[in-house]
Structure formats: structure tokens, C-alpha cells
Nanobody
């Protein structure tokens, strides 16, 4: 049974940095593309960034390009998201998920395996 556990969130001032981690259990981690999603209060869950199984390619939501970096360590079954120059609009609960396919419409929620973790809350103060 697949399980994901996100960590690394917290309260940070505008312009600050955080690195999120996600450990995946019960999945052949190195077989799948992975992604970070986020959900702000009152808003729908949205894709933030994704990475191919071998790290050969990545995608980023336009609003985080140049500020966020996704990476993975297949030996540790762990996904990372380094976030810098954080803005108040980045405030959300962040989730990781394995993807059924990588590429076009990677961020469609139907493209994720149904094993959402509790997420990790990122709060950016102005």
C-alpha cells in the first residue's frame, strides 16, 4: 500500500527559503514521475512542479519558475522541493504525488495515484 509523508513546511517571511521533502513507501519510486501540488485555503489543488523518474526533465508552474527547484533521490525514495524568494501567494499546504504519466497535462489530478499524504503547511508572511 502506497503511503507518502511530506515534511519541511513552516512559517517564513517574504523572500525566505524552505526545502520540502517527501518520502514514499510502498511504491517502486524510481519507476514513476513525481510531482508537488499545493492547495491554498478556499482554492483548488494545483500542480507546482513535476520531475521525470530519472530527473531528466522537469516542469514548473509559471508563477514559481526561477524560484522553486524540484529534485529527487531514488536511492532514498525521496522527493524534494527547494523554494526560494517565497511570496505570500505561495502560502498553501503542499503535497507530493506519483504520476501515471509525465508530460502534457501532468498536473491533472486524475493523473495522480490516489495516495495523498497529510501535506506540509507553508505559510509566507508579508
Amino acid at each position: 500500500q502506497q503511503e507518502v509523508v511530506e515534511s519541511g513546511g513552516g512559517l517564513v517571511q517574504t523572500g525566505g527559503s524552505l526545502t520540502l521533502s517527501c518520502v514514499v513507501y510502498g511504491l517502486a519510486f524510481d519507476h514513476y514521475a513525481m510531482a508537488w501540488f499545493r492547495q491554498a485555503p478556499g482554492k483548488e489543488r494545483e500542480g507546482v512542479s513535476s520531475i521525470m523518474w530519472n530527473s531528466a526533465s522537469t516542469y514548473y508552474k509559471d508563477s514559481v519558475k526561477g524560484r522553486f527547484t524540484i529534485s529527487r533521490d531514488n536511492a532514498k525514495d525521496t522527493l524534494y522541493l527547494h523554494m526560494s524568494n517565497l511570496k505570500p501567494e505561495d502560502t498553501a499546504t503542499y503535497y507530493c504525488a506519483a504520476l501515471k504519466r509525465f508530460g502534457y497535462m501532468w498536473d491533472d489530478l486524475d493523473n495522480t495515484f490516489p495516495a495523498w499524504g497529510p501535506g506540509t503547511l507553508v505559510t509566507v508572511s508579508s
